[in-house]
């Protein structure tokens, strides 16, 4: 059964960093995708970034420039999937609970990858805080 564990998050000025992991567990697929959400008190759920096989990324232009999304490409083979995103120049905007989800679709294929919806395998959460 997959499990999909986040860590990473924190309290952080204006300004500063932090680099967000997932691993997935019993996650080994030719064809997968891995997306980042965050959903802020009171607001929907939005997507940040995407990544997947074919070596697929994808950043939503709010974050585009500051946030970066990778893999651990030394899990291939071995059961589990690690993402990371380092998030740098964050702004209280950014303040929120950061999710990570998982599909064995490509990221290309079915319904947009940024929709909740399409995924069923989901982390707990890590919650970022950034002061102004």
């Known amino acids: 059964q997959v499990r999909v564990v986040e860590s990473g998050g924190g309290s952080v000025q204006s300004g500063g960093s932090l680099r967000l992991s997932c691993v997935a567990s019993?996650?080994?697929?030719?064809?997968?995708?891995m997306v980042w959400f965050r959903q802020a008190p009171g607001k929907e759920r939005e997507a940040v970034a995407a990544?997947?096989?074919?070596?697929?990324?994808?950043?939503?232009?709010?974050v585009n420039g500051r946030f970066t999304i990778s893999q651990d490409n030394a899990d291939q083979g071995n059961a589990k999937a690690t993402m990371y995103l380092q998030m740098n120049s964050l702004q209280p905007e950014d303040t929120a609970m950061y999710y990570c989800?998982?599909?064995?679709?490509?990221?290309?294929?079915?319904?947009?990858?940024?929709?909740?919806?399409?995924?069923?395998?989901w982390g707990q959460g890590t919650q970022v805080t950034v002061s102004s």
């Open positions: 989800a998982a599909d064995t679709k490509a990221c290309y294929s079915g319904f947009f990858w940024g929709l909740p919806s399409r995924y069923s395998m």
């Open positions: 019993a996650f080994d697929f030719p064809k997968y995708c």
């Open positions: 990544i997947g096989n074919e070596d697929y990324t994808r950043v939503v232009p709010k």
